[in-house]
């Protein structure tokens, strides 16, 4: 499985960017993905993810929960992040993380980040 992650860029705080990951080789063995960012001099943190499971679940951190959204584009191969009434402390370089089952265990693959500054 490879991750490329894309979208990001400067926004005025109030606005909305999308961000997208789009998913190359073996799709069918990922469990889940998400959403991950890390601002400047702190450490990275989980923002939101996807199940890929029938139901296909999601999940918020609880500082982007009704401001973010995460979707699965089947079409595009993508997973998406909705981003609205962007704040200035949401940036952040954004990476995305897929979990692979692999032999006994979930494996970790990361995409490249894609820098989202918002200014105040």
């Known amino acids: 499985v490879q991750l490329q992650a894309s979208g990001g860029g400067l926004e005025r705080a109030g606005g909305s960017l999308s961000l997208s990951c789009v998913m190359r080789?073996?799709?069918?063995?990922?469990?889940?993905v998400s959403w991950y960012r890390q601002a400047p001099g702190k450490e990275r943190e989980w923002v939101a993810d996807?199940?890929?499971?029938?139901?296909?679940?999601?999940n918020y951190a609880d500082s982007v929960k009704g401001r973010f959204t995460i979707s699965r584009d089947n079409a595009r191969n993508t997973i998406d992040l909705q981003m609205n009434s962007l704040k200035s402390e949401d940036t952040a370089v954004y990476y995305c993380n897929a979990k692979v089952y692999g032999p006994g265990r979930l494996l970790d693959v990361w995409g490249q980040g894609t820098l989202v500054t918002v200014s105040s």
């Open positions: 080789g073996g799709i069918f063995n990922i469990n889940s």
């Open positions: 996807i199940s890929f499971s029938s139901r296909g679940s999601t």
